[in-house]
């Protein structure tokens, strides 16, 4: 979908670094999410935001932070304390009317790598 | 919290056959259940998409079947095409937070 945007598309973390994902939606929907991806894993939920300056951890926070000061946007960062960050991140978002039960809409994703 | 177990992890079909694949969940209060297909390096896009008061969905070859009582439910393509080739992704949503996916289904069509 054109209305969610992730940057960067490739991103390389060195030992010890903290990195940010940029998630950025013009969708105007209040609900936004941070998944993983590892192959033969599925999706795994890292963060959710139901709304403005509010946050939720999902089954795999430790490691990562959030902020969500902007309905449109919902960085992520990935902390030095994620000793195992390569992976595939994508971003998603939702409508209201009950958090988990809209379509989710998800961005290009970033791949992150460790250098 | 919200189980999902998804089977198989691998499906091959020939071309014009049909594919099914099977959900489980664990939730008993969940209410929403999409199916997403993700091809290669590109974003997981929904296909279909069913609520727990309906047994049945179709959209063209796409139809989704949901048993509550059982707590499961499939996907099922029929007419299958090589560019059905992709992983398939079933979710359930758990109360109050959001998607719990299943661990994904590879399914190959060969012509």
């Known amino acids: 979908d054109g209305g969610i945007t992730q940057s960067p598309k490739y991103l390389f973390r060195k030992e010890g670094q903290n990195v940010t994902l940029s998630c950025e939606q013009n969708l105007n929907h209040d609900a936004m999410y941070w998944y993983r991806q590892d192959p033969g894993q599925g999706l795994r939920l890292i963060y959710y935001?139901?709304?403005?300056?509010?946050?939720q951890k999902g089954d795999i926070a430790e490691g990562y932070s959030v902020s969500r000061e902007k309905k449109e946007s919902f960085p992520l960062t990935v902390t030095s304390a994620q000793k195992n960050p390569t992976a595939f991140y994508l971003c998603a978002s939702s409508q209201t009317g009950g958090i988990g039960n809209q379509p989710q809409h998800f961005g290009d994703g970033t791949r992150l790598s460790i250098l | 919290g919200e189980n999902v177990e998804q089977h198989p992890s691998t499906l091959s079909v020939q071309e014009g056959d049909s594919a099914v694949i099977k959900c489980t969940y664990s939730?008993?209060?969940?209410?929403?259940f999409p199916w997403y297909k993700q091809e290669l390096g590109k974003r997981p896009q929904l296909i279909i998409d069913?609520?727990?008061?309906?047994g049945e969905k179709k959209d063209q070859r796409i139809a989704v079947t949901l048993n509550k009582t059982a707590k499961h439910f499939s996907l099922h393509i029929t007419e299958t095409q090589p560019e059905d080739s992709a992983v398939y992704f079933c979710?359930?949503?758990?109360?109050?937070?959001?998607?719990?996916f299943g661990k994904g289904t590879t399914l190959s069509v060969s012509s």
């Open positions: 069913i609520r727990s008061n309906v």
């Open positions: 939730d008993s209060a969940s209410n929403y």
């Open positions: 979710a359930a949503n758990q109360a109050g937070t959001a998607l719990i």
């Open positions: 935001s139901q709304i403005v300056n509010d946050f």
